[in-house]
């Protein structure tokens, strides 16, 4: 593949993770594809109240499993990336880091629930649903495989547990089963998932039997992923706190937050996009900082170009298309369609801030990743307690557009990512596109 006008890319370097990108992202699609035609069919079926409610059940567990990632992910890359040798320890140690912390995960959720509880939510709903963290703790097979560019396995994995997902939710639409079944459905996905990832470990001819705990590496995990624990916190209030106020605030907030949730769906489609490049990419990026300044600064530029250039016209699709879109769900969910064609814009503010946050990352610049998802949390939530009384969900999306923008422009009042932040504006506002064109011309 050859990309003779974009600058600062290494061909060899792009050829050599380019096929990693395209299967990583062939499996997302699919899944998507998957998961979108189901929902769809979930949203019509449960109506906009039960749907509501599951979605809400869902949000306040993702507030406390998402720590149970304790942020290893990026660095569990990184590691295995510098120390293949001790692979067995690393693996080993972060799937046991993950799954006491997901243990731990359950007794939190229960004595949140005693101060914060959802009226309109059984409590049972939220005790199945908070086993998510301690299934999750297998993914770091995720890891193992973008740390061999071999992402296809995973592809493999998801495309084969979503289709079985897809079949089981299908079927207990056909049978006419209570909303307590399909809670059950969503839990046994994670455990699905993770069943995928040791089978296909254990097919590589690898074994998660001859993983092993290493204190050592523990506390170096730690060490360099507590900013992003803390982080992993700030970024599941900000992206799900919504959902959870809605819900409270509004007399029929379980309509309103079914309603919303299928804005969400529509909205959020492409989030694993920028997450499947920047990974793919990631250690190209990491290779031309170590080698070469001047390439890593032209390899960041474009690399934020693509994101907004993506985003955008993926925002502007959908802003068009929102009314033919509700076309598909039942006329209680058509209020929907312009809050989808605001809570879109966001997606080129997620797309600039995953790409952002691995620089971060790359640059030793852990503890600002909190700093920054922290701000765009309380900004949120101010937002929200404003907006939501008098605009519902249309104020819900707002809001989520303002606090998704401000982490960004964060950048640029910090010293030391300024000159990140001045890089992110020139993408986001085609600043660079208008430069490559006129040194054409």
Not at 78 to 83: F, G, I
Not at 243 to 260: C, I, S
């Amino acid at each position: 593949m050859k990309l003779p006008h974009i600058k600062g890319f290494d061909q060899d370097a792009l050829n050599k993770y380019f096929k990693n990108t395209g299967l990583l992202m062939f499996g997302r699609v699919g899944s998507m594809a998957i998961k979108m035609i189901v929902n769809i069919m979930m949203a019509n079926y449960l109506l906009a109240s039960n749907y509501g409610v599951l979605t809400a059940s869902l949000a306040y567990v993702f507030l406390f499993a998402s720590v149970a990632g304790l942020g290893l992910d990026s660095f569990i890359v990184k590691e295995l990336h510098r120390q293949p040798l001790k692979r067995n320890q690393i693996l080993g140690t972060s799937a046991l880091l993950k799954a006491v912390a997901g243990v731990l995960c359950i007794p939190v959720i229960f004595l949140a629930w005693q101060f914060f509880p959802q009226d309109n939510i059984p409590y049972y709903f939220i005790f199945i649903l908070s086993f998510t963290g301690f299934f999750q703790s297998l993914t770091v097979v995720d890891s193992y495989f973008q740390s061999e560019v071999q992402s296809k396995y995973i592809m493999y994995v998801q495309i084969a547990g979503n289709l079985i997902s897809a079949m089981i939710k299908l079927g207990l639409i056909y049978f006419s089963s209570p909303l307590l079944y399909f809670v059950y459905a969503t839990i046994f996905d994670v455990i699905l998932l993770s069943i995928g990832y040791f089978l296909m470990y254990e097919r590589k001819g690898r074994s998660v039997f001859q993983w092993t705990f290493n204190n050592e590496i523990a506390k170096n995990l730690l060490k360099q992923s507590w900013p992003l624990i803390i982080s992993g916190i700030m970024v599941s209030i900000y992206m799900k706190i919504d959902v959870l106020m809605l819900n409270k605030m509004l007399p029929n907030g379980a309509e309103e937050v079914g309603a919303y949730a299928t804005v969400v769906m529509f909205s959020e489609a492409l989030n694993f996009v920028p997450v499947a490049i920047v990974t793919s990419l990631f250690p190209a990026i990491l290779n031309a900082r170590r080698d070469d300044p001047i390439r890593y600064q032209k390899r960041l530029q474009n690399l934020f170009d693509l994101m907004v250039w993506l985003s955008l016209v993926f925002a502007i699709f959908i802003s068009f298309a929102s009314p033919i879109i509700y076309r598909l769900f039942k006329p209680e969910f058509a209020t929907a369609a312009p809050v989808l064609a605001v809570h879109v814009w966001g997606s080129l503010f997620v797309f600039l801030g995953v790409a952002s946050t691995q620089v971060l990352i790359a640059e030793g610049l852990n503890r600002l990743t909190f700093i920054r998802t922290g701000f765009g949390a309380i900004v949120n939530i101010v937002l929200n307690f404003l907006l939501i009384p008098t605009m519902g969900m249309m104020g819900t999306a707002i809001a989520t557009l303002i606090a998704y923008a401000s982490t960004n422009f964060l950048l640029l009042f910090v010293k030391k990512t300024r000159k990140q932040g001045v890089m992110v504006v020139k993408s986001l506002f085609l600043i660079t596109l208008f430069e490559k064109v006129s040194k054409k011309n």
